[in-house]
């Protein structure tokens, strides 16, 4: 009796691996992920700040939809203006995607995000001249360096 509730254990750990094996997925190197952001992004913002995106089009692999659009994922600043003493060009990469309720770690290529100029608005709140402003709804590409396994 013991032995065969063992095994009915056993037999159903097995199924759960092989259904779970079977909706894995793993999205190659190379793999170009469009986005359009979903929160504020500036030059002048502190390297390592996160913002908020989802993808603007589907991923697929070998014709099967593994990352719908509307996805939210993540990014981070990787250079800015923000330190006077190191002033760079805004560079942005992707740092994780959510999928089914978890963020699932990516690395990426860089993008350098060219915003439009500065408006009288901005300078209101404080943005200096020459600061470049990602507004929410910007598409930028990014490409995997690395596969991600879903």
């Given amino acids: 009796m013991i032995r065969d509730k063992f095994l009915a254990v056993i037999s159903i750990a097995c199924v759960c691996f092989v259904a ?3 909706n894995a997925a793993t ?7 469009t986005v359009s952001t ?9 390297v390592r700040r996160s913002f908020e995106a989802k993808l603007a089009q589907d991923v697929s692999i070998k014709g099967n939809v593994v990352l719908k659009a509307g996805t939210k994922a993540f ?8 330190n006077p ?5 805004l560079s942005v990469e992707l740092a994780s995607v959510s999928v089914n309720g978890r963020n699932v770690a ?3 290529t860089s993008v350098e995000p060219h915003g439009p100029p500065q408006t009288a608005r901005q ?3 404080g943005h200096t001249a020459g600061t470049t402003v990602v507004n929410p709804g910007t598409r930028m590409q990014f ?3 690395q596969p991600v396994t879903l």
């Avoid at 999205?27 to 992920?33: E, F, H, N, R, V």
């Avoid at 990014?75 to 923000?82: I, M, P």
Wanted: overall charge positive.
């Fill in 20 to 22: 779970s094996s079977l």
């Fill in 106 to 108: 990516v690395k990426t």
């Fill in 85 to 89: 003493r190191k002033s760079e060009a």
């Fill in 75 to 82: 990014g981070k600043v990787s250079s800015s203006r923000r």
């Fill in 27 to 33: 999205i190659p190197a190379g793999t170009t992920l």
């Fill in 123 to 125: 300078a209101r709140y």
């Fill in 143 to 145: 490409q995997l360096l």
């Fill in 38 to 46: 979903v929160s504020l992004v500036t030059s002048q913002s502190v």
